[in-house]
């Protein structure tokens, strides 16, 4: 298995923009997480989903940011506009139903200038 | 929801001796306690994880002892390696469902 895979790996983007971040879970895992880690902040839950559906999005920061999962192996972090203050690494980690391990993803580095 | 506090921020020890990481968290149903290990620049990886049925779990030079009374747990690292420089994060979990991770703690091995 390829594992999380997650794209763009780099993305650098003006403030204003839409940033769209990409997320494969691994096959037959079931529970997908978004977080953003900063060093102010740490590492951050900002949504979950459970089988395609959004269980918990109370970490999501404002309107600004979306989040989709359209099917089981697909999803996207959606932020519009982008303000330099959303720098940050991404990540998305995967698992699987009744399994307690998530395995992340390679994370995907924004810059916002 | 959960809240997970960490301890030390920063950990500098000399190659050989012992690295101790004490974590906190206030959520009494939280059952499922791993620890990851995050390099610079990489993703975070589990490196071990305890549940609550346990009170203490080792996998080679790493150890994790869970008190569920204090609610604390803590990881033990035995004759470190320049290789187990890195930040570890702890994490508390209720079930199957979200992960709350501690605020990480760089460790330096100094050879």
């Known amino acids: 298995d390829a594992g999380v895979i997650q794209s763009p790996r780099h993305e650098v983007t003006e403030m204003g923009q839409e940033v769209t971040l990409r997320c494969k879970p691994i096959?037959?895992?079931?529970?997908l997480f978004w977080y953003r880690q900063t060093m102010m902040r740490g590492l951050e839950l900002l949504i979950y989903f459970n089988n395609n559906v959004p269980i918990d999005d109370s970490g999501m920061p404002e309107d600004r940011f979306s989040a989709k999962m359209p099917n089981a192996s697909f999803s996207t972090l959606k932020i519009q506009p982008s303000e330099p203050r959303d720098s940050a690494v991404y990540f998305c980690?995967?698992?699987?139903?009744?399994?307690?391990?998530?395995?992340f993803g390679p994370g995907t580095r924004l810059t916002v200038t | 929801g959960e809240n997970v506090e960490q301890h030390p921020s920063t950990l500098s020890v000399q190659e050989g001796d012992s690295a101790v990481i004490k974590c906190t968290y206030s959520d009494s149903a939280s059952n499922y306690f791993p620890w990851y290990k995050q390099e610079l620049g990489k993703r975070p990886q589990l490196i071990i994880d305890i549940r609550s049925n346990v009170g203490e779990k080792k996998d080679q030079r790493i150890a994790v002892t869970l008190n569920k009374t204090a609610k604390h747990f803590s990881l033990h690292i035995t004759e470190t390696q320049p290789e187990d420089s890195a930040v570890y994060f702890c994490a508390a979990s209720p079930r199957y469902q979200k992960v709350t991770f501690g605020t990480g703690t760089k460790l330096q091995v100094i050879p």
């Open positions: 980690a995967t698992k699987g139903d009744g399994q307690y391990e998530q395995y």
């Open positions: 096959s037959g895992h079931n529970s």
